[in-house]
C-alpha cells in the first residue's frame, strides 16, 4: 500500500479520490440519461465532495504532481462543467424549448462547455503542482457549477423561466474566465 503515498505513484491515495470524482460523475451523466434528476445531482455533489478532499489530501501528504493536476482537471471538466450542462439541457430545455430557442439553448450550453474547458487549461498551463493561490481570477468550475445548479433549481420550482436560464448559463460561462477575483479556500 506504499504507492498510496508515493507522490509518482498514479494511484496515490489523492489520485484515487480524484478518480471517485470522475466515477460520479459519470455515473450521473447515465441518470440524466435516465431522467432521474434527483440520484444524478447527488452523485454529482459526492464528486463534489471528493474535488475537494483529492487536493487538501494532495498537500497534506505531499502527494502533488503533474499527472495529478491533469487528471483532476479532467475530473473537473466531467463533473463541474459537462455534468451541469448536461443536465439543464435534458431537465429544463429539452423539456420546455423548441424551436429557434432549443438552438439558442444549444449554443449556449457549448458556450458554457468551452468556457469551462478553456478555463481549465488556463489554470493548468499556470499553475505549478502543490501551488495554492490566494485569489483565483475568474470564476472556478466548481463554483461556476454550483451557481447552475442554482440556477436549475431556479428552473424546477417554477422561479426561472428556461429562457433566464439560458441567458444565467450564459452570464455564468462569461464568468468562468472573467477578471474576477475570487479567494481561495
Do not use: C
Not at 15 to 39: E, H, K, R, W
Not at 59 to 79: C, P
Not at 137 to 145: E, N, S, Y
Request: proline share 3%.
Amino acid at each position: 500500500m506504499k504507492f498510496l503515498f508515493t507522490s509518482t505513484s498514479h494511484f496515490n491515495l489523492a489520485n484515487m479520490f480524484t478518480f471517485v470524482n470522475i466515477t460520479a460523475g459519470l455515473m450521473a451523466t447515465y441518470f440524466i440519461t435516465q431522467n432521474n434528476f434527483f440520484v444524478a445531482i447527488i452523485l454529482a455533489w459526492i464528486g463534489g465532495a471528493f474535488d475537494i478532499f483529492d487536493g487538501k489530501i494532495a498537500r497534506k501528504y505531499n502527494l502533488s504532481n503533474e499527472f495529478g493536476v491533469q487528471l483532476d482537471s479532467f475530473a473537473d471538466f466531467l463533473s463541474f462543467v459537462l455534468v451541469p450542462v448536461f443536465l439543464v439541457f435534458q431537465a429544463v430545455y429539452a423539456t420546455s424549448l423548441s424551436g429557434i430557442w432549443i438552438i439558442i439553448a444549444s449554443v449556449v450550453s457549448i458556450y458554457f462547455v468551452i468556457s469551462g474547458l478553456r478555463r481549465l487549461i488556463h489554470f493548468n498551463i499556470n499553475t505549478d503542482a502543490g501551488e495554492v493561490d490566494k485569489f483565483f481570477t475568474g470564476v472556478p468550475t466548481p463554483l461556476g457549477a454550483i451557481l447552475l445548479w442554482l440556477v436549475y433549481l431556479g428552473a424546477a420550482y417554477g422561479f426561472l423561466p428556461a429562457i433566464s436560464v439560458i441567458a444565467l448559463m450564459a452570464v455564468i460561462g462569461w464568468s468562468l474566465n472573467s477578471n474576477i477575483k475570487v479567494p481561495h479556500p
